[in-house]
């Protein structure tokens, strides 16, 4: 048994599996596996949050912007005058990502841990066994039934119309959307010129096409994890009044309307 199998794929293919057994519906499994992984990171939230904040009060501070005019002509000073203030306000710039590198081993586990869980064939159960820990009882479990509403769990979603030629991807339209509603509201309001603000605008623009990709081409019980994590996660920052509503707002109407549709928190 290796390490990554041990520490990621095992807990968490046994636990969607403990899920489905008492709920009966691997659907519904993975969305309650959600939330509970979406609980369990809380505190990496909470952190992501306060990392942001002090990142914001960093980029209006007035030593950071006098430090920018004295050395706007020596990029190596700025940037250790930069490192220096960041010690001095408490900042670490990399605390604000974390939740973000460790969602990329969760949902590269989660797809093992589904596909792993769907097998039918002799081989691919044989090596699910051989995953699963003794307290489960498999002869309840196995095989797991992959239907749920119109898509089959182990294999790319796509609804079919009559009329229709051709399958409509909703679970990845579904995924962009989600995805590009997350990144926009929980994007704190930056100011014209910021350091790292275009670096954002293209991560929000970027992520939703990336994300919605990948549910496009993959199993859709991923597709599924994706959706119900992007509602989750929007409704833990609404429930700490943290979303930025006046971010979905056009350009126009965010002018005219600035007087505060910004959360209080």
Not at 19 to 29: D, S, T, V
Not at 74 to 91: D, F
Not at 236 to 252: D, I, S, T
């Amino acid at each position: 048994m290796n390490i990554w199998n041990m520490i990621i794929i095992d807990p968490m293919l046994n636990t969607l599996l403990w899920i489905y057994g008492i709920l009966g519906n691997f659907g519904i499994a993975i969305i309650v596996f959600t939330i509970l992984v979406r609980l369990i990171t809380h505190p990496l939230t909470v952190q992501q949050l306060k990392s942001t904040s002090k990142m914001q009060e960093f980029q209006q501070s007035k030593e950071w912007q006098a430090i920018q005019k004295k050395y706007k002509d020596n990029k190596q000073q700025l940037q250790q005058e930069q490192m220096k203030l960041y010690q001095e306000m408490g900042i670490n710039p990399f605390s604000s990502c974390l939740p973000t590198l460790i969602q990329f081993p969760i949902i590269i586990g989660l797809y093992q841990a589904i596909m792993r869980a769907l097998a039918a064939a002799p081989i691919p159960m044989e090596a699910l066994y051989s995953n699963l820990y003794s307290i489960t009882d498999v002869s309840k479990l196995l095989p797991v039934n992959q239907n749920f509403l119109w898509m089959k769990l182990g294999q790319p979603e796509r609804l079919f119309i009559g009329g229709l030629s051709f399958g409509i991807p909703v679970l990845a339209i579904l995924v962009l959307v989600t995805t590009y509603m997350q990144s926009k509201l929980m994007t704190p309001v930056s100011q014209p010129g910021e350091q790292g603000a275009q670096m954002t605008q293209a991560m929000n623009l970027y992520m939703p096409l990336f994300m919605g990709y990948l549910a496009l081409t993959f199993a859709s019980g991923l597709a599924l994890y994706f959706v119900a994590s992007n509602l989750v996660t929007v409704g833990q920052y609404a429930v700490m009044g943290k979303l930025n509503w006046n971010n979905l707002l056009p350009a126009g109407l965010k002018r005219s309307g600035s007087g505060g549709t910004r959360s209080k928190g």
